[in-house]
């Protein structure tokens, strides 16, 4: 696995496993915030992954990933040993019966959005700043002006999507081609070991990096691939620990991915790794580059996923 994902035509140079923060001001705060943050960037990462709505779902408190991630900024000073991704134009989680199907992507809710995760965040600026979702009845031209004025403001580095359809991608690539910007940076999908053999998960605003966006992926390195749910949701790790009975219901529970765990099984006995490492491990074999994210729960998981790049794993290792 390589040591250091550059991003063509950015200063963006990433370590190749992104540090994922649903969790962060809920399964971990303060110093045990500190400690993680500061071990990922121990251990050589520098990629921070958050969105404006994480985890707003769980009241009173809004934005809190981000404010927790704020607040160990202003405490270590390390803001610019690290990349910060947030995320906005997210559907409105706090209402009684959220509908992701209600798009919140008009400039003032980005506005509105990015102004506040600078104020959670307690920075200037956003390095990678990603429409959270897509909303097809906008243009695509409106969508990348939007980004581009908050650019041109200074508020944000470089501009991503994330659940964009590879033809949005595509439109959006064309746009920016023909007015002389760059354009997408990033591209957050839903993206793993277990993705090939999956039933579709309940939430129908998420996409897939499927054959279609792994091919765009392989002819345009300059939007490059961040999937995030790296580990399954823990369906191997459930597999490994409980069998059949402890992943009952979950949408990667499928004969292909049954296989799949006795798989992960033989390569955690054969390079002495664990499932963590194996699932995460898959993504350096890919032949496009892609910075998968994850999210620990102490200092010892940072620890033992940092370790993945030691370890030897090849893509003949993934066959089934």
């Known amino acids: 696995m390589e040591k250091k994902i550059v991003i063509p035509n950015t200063e963006l140079e990433l370590f190749p496993i992104g540090l994922g923060t649903v969790n962060a001001g809920l399964a971990w705060d303060g110093a ?7 071990a990922f960037l121990y251990y050589g990462g520098n990629l921070i992954d958050t969105a404006h709505v994480y985890s707003d779902w769980v009241k009173p408190e809004r934005a809190r990933s981000e404010r927790t991630i704020g607040d160990w900024l202003a405490r270590s000073g390390k803001r610019e040993q690290v990349v910060i991704a947030t ?18 992507m008009s400039q003032e809710d980005m506005q509105s959005d990015l102004d506040s995760s600078l104020q959670k965040l307690r920075t200037d600026y956003i390095d990678l700043y990603f429409y959270h979702r897509d909303n097809t009845e906008q243009p695509v ?24 359809s590879t033809a949005r991608m595509k439109e959006a690539d064309e746009y920016c081609a023909a007015h002389g910007y760059r354009g997408f940076a990033a591209n957050q999908c839903l993206y793993n070991l ?30 490059l691939l961040m999937p995030y749910m790296g580990v399954c949701s823990g369906y191997f790790h459930k597999y490994m620990a409980k069998g059949a009975e402890g992943v009952k219901g979950s949408p990667y529970d499928t004969e292909g991915n049954r296989k799949m765990a006795e798989r992960v099984r033989e390569l955690c006995e054969k ?42 794993f090849t893509k003949s290792d993934y066959q089934i």
Not at 32 to 38: E, G
Not at 88 to 104: I, K
Not at 201 to 222: F, G, I, S, V
């Open 194 to 223: 277990g993705y090939k053999y999956m039933n579709p998960m309940e939430d129908d605003t998420l996409a897939y990096a499927d054959e279609e966006m792994q091919e765009y992926h392989r002819n345009n390195p300059d939007n």
């Open 32 to 38: 045990d915030a500190d400690r993680i943050f500061d």
């Open 271 to 312: 390079y002495q790794a664990t499932v963590s490492q194996v699932v995460l491990g898959f993504f350096g074999q890919q032949d496009f580059p892609c910075v998968p994210l994850y999210g620990p729960k102490n200092v010892e998981q940072v620890e033992e996923v940092m370790k993945t790049l030691d370890i030897p």
């Open 87 to 104: 995320k906005g134009g997210h559907p409105d989680m706090t209402v009684e019966n959220p509908d992701l199907h209600v798009s919140r």
């Open 141 to 164: 031209s409106e969508l990348i002006e939007i980004m581009e004025g908050f650019r041109k403001q200074g508020k944000i580095r470089y501009y991503a999507c994330s659940n964009w």
